[in-house]
């Protein structure tokens, strides 16, 4: 059994500094898109990935002003390095990449089930939208084959992603569930997901995801990530490496637009999308089955600080 007395206390003083970091660099990157049209700004494309970045931007600055996690053991805190068990990494990693277009595809066809969203096999709507950016006068590709390399090229598209979501994923996972995981795994994994959906605020707030511009949408964001936090963060607590999680978050916004190509109007996504309501019972049931199966009970040591190995505390 662990012994919590050798289980050293959540650092609150750095995790507000990072929570506080995160939040105002995301609004100082966000603020063109404030002072121009909002997400139709051109310069949103350049914006956009510049804010995935400042976790871990907030991540190095509080490790190296702050000392948290102490000198010496910050690779294996942050889960860059070692990459140990090698095979149960990379299993994970595999497991990442290919299972959230999996649970978006289940989360569409639960939404169908609701009646949140209307599916259009035909994927006439779809073909609408793709005309209206086309060059007048273009030919129109068949819709199949366009429908076809969309999908096809989701794992490819993953990895693409995955590069960018590094920068959210070693501030959330890498840095900020660690620093938070002597509370107890399940504190932790929520406490995380929901500053990871606050974080959003500046872009939600402008109709990103949702398309709402009030704190609904906030809100929404917090559940989704509270949701898909769950996820990632037993990839990492799992793996006890950061890559799996990356490439998990990688995966998942390689796929979030396949209810685009595949619903017959533009659908709520507050309700139909992956970050929404059936997104949040398609992981509900994905979480049970994983605490069913005892996969959050084991999960490895933690470093703290320099030859200082601790066991997380049992949640």
Not at 129 to 152: D, F, M, N, R
Not at 196 to 210: D, E, K, T
Not at 213 to 222: A, E, Y
Not at 273 to 285: K, N, Q, R, T
Request: proline fraction near 8%; hydrophobic fraction near 60%; include cysteine.
């Amino acid at each position: 059994m662990t012994d919590r007395a050798a289980v050293p206390g959540v650092r609150w003083g750095a995790v507000v500094a990072f929570t506080l970091l995160c939040c105002a660099l995301a609004w100082v990157v966000s603020l063109p898109l404030w002072f121009g049209d909002g997400l139709a700004e051109p310069i949103s494309a350049l914006l956009l990935p510049m804010m995935m970045a400042t976790p871990a931007v907030a991540a190095i600055i509080v490790t190296f002003a702050m000392r948290v996690p102490g000198r010496g053991e910050r690779l294996r805190f942050l889960g860059l390095w070692p990459l140990r068990p090698a095979k149960r990494v990379v299993w994970l990693i595999v497991l990442g990449w290919l299972a959230p277009p999996v649970l978006v595809m289940a989360s569409i066809a639960l939404a169908a089930a609701c009646g949140f969203v209307q599916l259009d096999l035909t994927f006439s709507a779809f073909a609408a939208e793709i005309e209206k950016v086309l060059p007048a006068g273009s030919p129109t590709p068949p819709i199949g084959v366009v429908v076809a390399a969309q999908v096809a090229g989701i794992p490819l598209a993953a990895l693409v992603n995955a590069f960018f979501a590094f920068g959210e994923e070693l501030g959330w996972r890498g840095w900020l569930l660690p620093a938070l995981r002597p509370l107890g795994t399940w504190p932790a994994l929520l406490l995380s997901g929901a500053i990871w959906g606050f974080w959003h605020s500046p872009i939600i707030l402008l109709g990103y995801n949702f398309g709402r511009t009030d704190v609904t949408g906030v809100l929404f964001m917090i559940g989704g990530c509270v949701a898909w936090g769950i996820l990632l963060g037993w990839l990492r607590l799992r793996s006890a490496s950061v890559w799996p999680a990356v490439i998990a978050h990688g995966s998942l916004n390689a796929a979030g637009g396949l209810i685009v190509i595949v619903a017959a109007a533009q659908p709520d996504l507050a309700l139909a999308g992956p970050l929404g309501v059936s997104g949040w019972i398609v992981i509900a049931v994905v979480t049970v089955v994983l605490i069913a199966i005892g996969q959050f009970r084991h999960q490895p040591e933690l470093a703290d600080a320099p030859g200082r190995l601790i066991s997380a505390p049992r949640s």
